[in-house]
């Protein structure tokens, strides 16, 4: 018999193999309103209602410039279907929060919060947070006041300004999580 070479390439189609990186851009004229390229498809976003900032401070309304990773998908099971992706992801409790408060040791993480205990609340009755993917912006290290919260999610209906998030539409929010793993760079800017 003679040598046989052993493909080491995935059998998983091109549309089915995570996306090494996404670009996030700013639209012309409106520094809010943006561009998410995923592979090759321009897809709208909403961004911060200061655009994107090279230093991001809490409270600012700015979508941080950087390069990021995905760490994980928060979804609300209460309003869809698990959807498909390759991110870990977890379910969205009516306690789940997200600490915004520079001096605590929690800041920039999610915790836990009672009724009327402070936080961003996970758990909305608007559909911004049905879906949230979590990235490491001011991660590791954690920096007091340089910016908490950042997420991708759903936008607005009229596609109004977040407060320093990425926001785009449910289909393609969906069609992002379908291509998008741990390893995948985000690259705002």
Known sequence: MGNRIISKTSNKSASERPVSRIVVRRAAGNPSRGWLILAGQAIPVALGRSGILANKREGDGGTPRGAFHPLRLWWRADRAPRPRTLLPIRRIGP????????????????VRRGPGQ??????????LYDFIIEIDHNAAPR?????SAVFLHLARDNFGPTAGCVAMTRPAMLRLLARIGSKTKIVIG
């Open 95 to 110: 306690f789940d929060a997200w600490c915004e408060d520079p001096a605590s040791r929690h800041y920039n993480q999610p």
């Open 118 to 127: 402070d936080g961003d609340r996970l758990k909305r009755d608007d559909h």
């Open 143 to 147: 920096s007091a006041g340089r910016g």
